[in-house]
């Protein structure tokens, strides 16, 4: 089935710097959904993605979705110890019952 | 807006019982539900698509004889892991999306974390 390459797989970097990750597929998405999931809770959704080029801002969030439309990026600016986590990327085909495919996650560590 | 909610958060069972998870879509109707395990360090598999007044449709090596979904309503489907074994053991989450006529967002629940004895 289809897939999503997602790196890096971790991250460990100081607050205050700011971090970039990216996900690629072999075919296309229609849709971009990034979001970020805390140890035993469910995935939050941070930024979604519908146009190819277009950049969106959450806070000091910031994702794009490329122009091939097979992929995506996130950045993180100024991190904090609460940004730690792990940020998924997802894709939506079109005609696929609105089903996700996701990326295996990067894992992100903040030291203070 | 948009707030799912599971529910158990926990649950703790012998082998061999069943167990009842419960997904609602708390402020949004959902076109469709979808039903998730996770082990640990590893991304979300889905186990099954379902839509509101239809059966369910299974991912591939998904038991549906042994994962049952019943969805009730545009706010309401059910997973029911019948009689489960340790190795059912895992964290079970459920999505719920898009929201009726709006994108292709969809919205996880918190989770149920499935220990099996």
């Known amino acids: 089935g289809q897939q999503l390459n997602q790196s890096p797989q971790s991250m460990f970097i100081q607050e205050g710097e700011d971090v970039s990750m990216n996900c690629t597929s072999s075919?296309?998405?229609?849709?971009w959904l990034w979001y970020k999931q805390d140890p035993g809770e469910g995935p939050v959704l941070l930024i979604a993605l519908y146009k190819a080029g277009e950049l969106t801002s959450n806070g000091r969030l910031t994702a794009q979705f490329g122009i091939t439309r097979k992929d995506s990026f996130l950045n993180i600016s100024a991190s904090i110890p609460s940004d730690v986590g792990i940020y998924f990327c997802a894709g939506v085909e079109g005609g696929s019952n609105y089903k996700l495919t996701f990326g295996k996650g990067t894992l992100l560590t903040v030291n203070p | 807006g948009a707030v799912v909610s599971q529910h158990p958060s926990r649950v703790i069972c012998k082998s061999g019982t069943s167990v009842k998870i419960e997904c609602r879509s708390l402020?949004?109707?959902?076109?469709?539900m979808f039903w998730y395990r996770q082990f640990p360090k590893q991304s979300l598999m889905l186990m099954a698509t379902?839509?509101?007044?239809?059966?369910?449709?299974?991912e591939q090596g998904v038991e549906k004889d042994k994962f049952l979904i019943n969805h009730a309503s545009l706010t309401l489907s059910t997973l029911t892991v019948t009689s489960a074994h340790p190795e059912d053991s895992s964290f079970y989450i459920c999505?719920?999306?898009?929201?009726?006529?709006?994108?292709?967002?969809?919205?996880f629940g918190p989770g149920t974390r499935l220990t099996v004895l």
């Open positions: 999505s719920a999306g898009p929201a009726l006529g709006v994108g292709y967002e969809q919205f």
């Open positions: 402020d949004f109707q959902a076109t469709t």
């Open positions: 379902s839509n509101e007044g239809s059966k369910a449709t299974y």
């Open positions: 075919s296309i998405f229609n849709t």
